[in-house]
């Protein structure tokens, strides 16, 4: 399973950079790859959770919270993918206070499906682009609403 981490520093507080990310089902408002996102479960956004999202240009995935610390850390498991190449995937958030600002870092691993591995390091440099496009996404939205605060 191929695996690499993103880290960034966000001039946000580590509370506001959970509430963005904690806002589970509105992913698309502010992560310029999703084109549409919504929750697929009732209730709060715990363990568990889940929801689904498309991507741009062609994809789409469920995703289901697989551990929710307030604060601190949210993994979400790709779980199904839809015309993609990787057939599930990981995505480990990580934030933590640094300054008056908020270290993140996104340990990420996924596994290729069929294409996906016939693609090879194609996939790879996508999956990466992907997630750092949406690390950089995550850091303007904090510090956007950090600024107005």
């Not at 981490?5 to 806002?23: F, G, K, S, Y």
Request: net charge negative; aromatic share 8%; proline share 5%.
């Amino acid at each position: 399973m191929p695996e690499f981490a993103i880290t960034r520093h966000i001039n946000a507080p580590v509370e506001t950079v959970w509430d963005v990310l904690h806002d589970f089902g509105n992913i698309h408002e502010w992560s310029s790859g999703v084109t549409a996102s919504n929750l697929t479960s009732d209730g709060p956004v715990i363990e568990g959770s889940t929801r689904h999202c498309d991507f741009a240009p062609f994809g789409g995935v469920n995703e289901r919270i697989d551990r929710h610390e307030p604060n601190q850390r949210l993994t979400v498991n790709l779980y199904e993918t839809f015309r993609l190449p990787v057939s599930g995937a990981i995505a480990d958030f990580n934030i933590t206070p640094e300054g008056t600002g908020t270290d993140l870092t996104i340990h990420y691993s996924y596994t290729p499906n069929a294409l996906g591995r016939l693609l090879k390091g194609t996939t790879d440099r996508q999956m990466r682009k992907g997630i750092g496009g949406m690390a950089k996404n995550l850091q303007q939205e904090s510090e956007r609403i950090a600024a107005t605060s």
